[in-house]
């Protein structure tokens, strides 16, 4: 794939604005500065405005998060890899999704018109992360995998873990990465064998239906479906 670049300069400024004369020397002037808390996300490369933020906010730029979960992810054997990134609004949204070229295989056993079958759920680990240089986006990381949900080959996205943290003052990201590379460490040794004891267990049909009818709202003709009708 090829990787963008991440390389240009964001920094935050305080801004200016044209105001009709007044009182105070800078309206006579012909400037006013409003307010003093607010300052402008400036990208310096293209002299584009991403946004208007707080004294509060805190740029971190997106080249310096993806290095820093990189670095923290090539510690694993089976280090997730970056198979897609993009930039959005101008260059102020960043999304990557990182995925392990390992293959976890939970066996599980499916059973068609009462012919029971084998039917083994192929899993990688998936991490999505997003970050905003706006003001309007947090710093966000999801880490999961697409199972399998039915004996025709569909999928479903299983969140194991997630986070989002504004750009406040007090953000630590960092730590936020740890978090994220422990919920890695975590993925194989403990929730890929908690599935598979998952896939183990045996519900009676009956049992199966009635946590279908207490459980989800369906269309009857689906759960005359689903009861085998």
């Not at 290095?67 to 102020?92: C, I, Q, R």
């Not at 943290?165 to 422990?182: A, E, F, G, V």
């Amino acid at each position: 794939m090829v990787h963008l670049n991440l390389d240009f300069p964001v920094s935050l400024r305080k801004f200016l604005v044209l105001g009709k004369t007044g009182n105070t020397p800078e309206e006579r002037n012909g400037v006013q500065v409003i307010p003093k808390n607010r300052l402008v996300v400036y990208r310096e490369d293209n002299a584009s405005v991403f946004g208007f933020v707080s004294d509060r906010f805190k740029l971190i730029h997106h080249k310096e998060v993806k290095s820093a979960v990189e670095k923290e992810l090539g510690k694993f054997e089976n280090s997730p890899v970056l198979k897609s990134e993009s930039l959005s609004k101008g260059g102020s949204i960043y999304y990557a999704h990182y995925e392990t070229a390992k293959l976890y295989t939970i066996q599980s056993i499916a059973r068609r018109n009462d012919v029971q079958q084998n039917q083994n759920d192929d899993v990688k680990l998936h991490i999505i992360m997003s970050n905003g240089m706006a003001g309007n986006r947090p710093l966000s990381f999801e880490l999961g995998a697409y199972r399998l949900v039915c004996s025709n080959g569909m999928r479903a996205w299983r969140s194991e873990f997630a986070v989002r943290r504004l750009h406040t003052s007090s953000l630590q990201y960092k730590d936020l990465i740890r978090n994220l590379s422990t919920a890695v460490g975590r993925f194989e040794k403990e929730i890929v064998p908690f599935w598979q004891s998952l896939s183990n267990l045996k519900i009676a049909r009956e049992a199966a239906i009635k946590m279908l009818h207490e459980q989800f709202t369906l269309p009857d003709k689906y759960k005359k479906m689903a009861e085998g009708h």
